[in-house]
């Protein structure tokens, strides 16, 4: 019998609420161009992981994350001197009697952590008198590359010396390791002295392809460092007091030059002036004053107005200007970086929204500042919402990390933005709260199907794709379907009882899912800064 394809395909439904008939579906239909990969992705819907061990015997180590492209687990050791990385792998058994489904109980083997992980190797990081920075691990999927910090202690009160700014603390010796993780061999090292570099979260730095770029608070200075695919770390430029290659040497022999004229001209020089290094202006902020002033004299056409305009916007402001610091630093792309200006203590606080804070979006070819934007500018706003995934690209070549679900490729996710921002009291308020995320942390989101806002709805108060810890909950977690609104796929409990919580004691729960096997960790902390009470393991049985 001959079917005709068309009325096949418009009369013919199929109930895809299990495996079996998707697969079906899949081999009689072929989904609209460049919409494969989204549609394999809706497997996952089956594929969860609804099943949970509790209190998973596993070392004692302090568990980080998975790489991008789920081949490792980076874990450190408690006294964070050594490195430990695993190989996800996945539980199996056999079962001798009749009767073996789903209810059939597992082995005792299964609640070790051994049945899950293998360890590949321990690599010792840190020498006797320095700690692996636990909050940090950047990872370059191109090579399997790691990259590492570990520093030696923080010296509070250290004193502003050679070009230091005052207010940011220093440590001794700052070290980036990178790492070949199938092996654990380390390839290179750079090291910052008397510096300081904020890692936690993945702050002070980022990685765009093969250039990473390192954010020297305490002397201003963003280290571009490129990643040769040999494992070596080569210093490409530096941005801060100078920004091209050759200023320095250009501003020292012009020096040289003007300082044998003065001798020439009768020894004319008046030694009781300060030296000129204490009100030296770095290269970067003398273009960003330059690009302030032309804009600010673009604005009008009318000389009078315009004078006016440049006391009132620039002349008045001109030491806040001065004054500012380099926070925070991304790629935009191989050329663009977006950097985080502001104060130091805005460096040290947690509501950053409500402190003021400038961003700059600056070319390294042509040293130049291209746009200038002041935390609650609209136009900067828009800009995010309509093309945040330009701001989470870390890589071209990325593939998982192209998942990430957010307001610019996924219309739930901008119905949920859409919706507080209606609910904000004040629109300038919000503006600021939205960009204060910004520039955004490396790597600092899962891309695990499960937080795909095309497939599962869930509540973001209680766990997102931004890996964070939050405050424990009583009740489960839910992740509902979004294509059938009704039925929940799974659920996430983080203890096997509830309704035993003191609420005189709070206690926090971190998750660490796989980017792309049904597999996730939960971790029940007593404390932010104490070591998890319990390890729990969530897997598709």
């Not at 409990?493 to 003191?502: H, L």
Request: glycine share 4%.
């Amino acid at each position: 019998m001959i079917i005709n394809k068309k009325n096949f395909d418009s009369k013919v439904t199929f109930n895809t609420n299990n495996v079996a008939s998707r697969v079906f579906e899949r081999q009689i239909r072929t989904p609209a161009p460049g919409t494969s990969v989204h549609c394999a992705r809706k497997f996952y819907e089956n594929l969860v992981p609804g099943f949970t061990i509790y209190d998973l015997e596993c070392p004692d180590n302090s568990f980080f994350k998975f790489t991008d492209d789920g081949q490792y687990f980076v874990s450190f050791s408690r006294n964070r001197q050594d490195l430990i990385v695993y190989r996800p792998t996945w539980l199996s058994y056999s079962c001798k009697e009749e009767d073996c489904d789903n209810t059939h109980e597992l082995p005792p083997q299964a609640k070790k952590f051994e049945s899950f992980f293998t360890q590949l190797y321990v690599r010792s990081l840190a020498s006797c008198n320095e700690l692996i920075c636990k909050d940090f691990f950047i990872y370059m999927e191109s090579n399997q590359f790691g990259i590492f910090a570990t520093s030696t202690a923080q010296i509070q009160d250290a004193r502003a010396s050679d070009g230091a700014i005052l207010g940011v603390p220093s440590f001794e010796k700052i070290t980036i390791h990178l790492l070949r993780l199938q092996d654990g061999v380390i390839l290179d090292e750079k090291v910052f002295h008397n510096d300081c570099v904020n890692f936690t979260h993945n702050m002070g730095a980022f990685l765009y392809d093969d250039l990473l770029a390192v954010v020297s608070l305490r002397y201003q200075t963003i280290h571009i460092v490129q990643i040769r695919d040999s494992g070596n770390l080569v210093d490409v430029r530096a941005i801060g007091a100078y920004c091209r290659e050759d200023d320095e040497l250009f501003i020292n022999s012009s020096s040289q030059l003007s300082g044998n004229r003065g001798d020439l001209a009768d020894n004319g020089i008046n030694h009781d002036q300060p030296n000129s290094n204490n009100s030296f202006l770095s290269g970067i902020k003398q273009r960003l004053l330059s690009f302030i002033f032309r804009e600010i004299w673009s604005e009008e056409t009318d000389q009078t107005r315009r004078v006016q305009c440049l006391k009132k916007k620039f002349y008045f402001h001109f030491q806040d200007y001065v004054d500012l610091v380099i926070l925070k630093v991304q790629f935009l792309d191989r050329h663009h970086l977006l950097i985080k200006f502001g104060s130091v203590d805005v460096g040290g606080s947690r509501n950053t929204d409500q402190l003021p804070a400038f961003f700059a979006v600056y070319n390294m070819e042509t040293t130049e500042i291209v746009a200038f934007y002041q935390n609650a500018a609209d136009e900067l706003y828009l800009l995010f919402e309509r093309f945040c995934g330009h701001f989470h690209a870390t890589s071209t070549n990325s593939m998982y990390m192209n998942f990430i679900s957010s307001h610019s490729n996924n219309i739930h996710a901008l119905e949920q933005l859409m919706c507080m921002k209606s609910k904000a009291n004040s629109a300038s308020q919000f503006v600021k709260k939205m960009l204060s995320s910004l520039p955004l942390n490396c790597q600092s989101m899962s891309p695990s199907p499960y937080f795909d806002q095309s497939l599962f709805r869930f509540d973001e108060k209680l766990i997102s794709a931004t890996d964070r810890p939050r405050q424990l909950t009583d009740h489960p977690i839910r992740f509902i379907s979004r294509r059938q609104p009704n039925i929940h796929k799974f659920k996430i409990k983080t203890g096997p009882e509830f309704g035993s919580a003191d609420g005189r004691s709070k206690k926090y729960s971190h998750f660490l899912f796989h980017p792309f096997l049904p597999l996730a960790l939960s971790f029940i902390q007593p404390s932010l800064f104490l070591p998890p009470s319990a390890v729990n393991i969530h897997f598709r049985r």
